[in-house]
């Protein structure tokens, strides 16, 4: 979701990660990955504007995501 509302493709995302495109497709799979990749990821998808809603936080009740304005 975050991917898709940065309008970003998976060697974008890869390349702000320090990643590589395969490592960003398991990801979006939900395949397990190191937590410093995870980390890696999320900071990058953060630097661009995302922010990372938790549970409760917004109105389907289950996590999510904005862009920051």
């Known amino acids: ?5 940065l ?3 998976v060697r ?6 320090m990643v590589s495109t395969n490592t960003i497709t398991r990801f979006e799979r939900g395949e397990p990955l190191r ?6 990821i999320r900071a990058a998808l953060e630097s661009a ?3 990372f ?3 409760g936080e917004t109105t ?3 996590p999510g ?5």
Do not use: F, S
Not at 1 to 5: F, I, P, Y
Not at 12 to 17: E, N, T, V
């Open 7 to 9: 309008q970003i493709g």
């Open 53 to 55: 809603l938790a549970d």
């Open 65 to 69: 995501v904005r862009l920051r304005e």
């Open 35 to 40: 937590e410093r990749t995870v980390n890696d």
């Open 1 to 5: 979701m975050a991917r898709a509302a």
């Open 12 to 17: 974008d995302l890869a390349k702000a990660a």
């Open 60 to 62: 389907t009740g289950g």
């Open 49 to 51: 504007g995302v922010i």
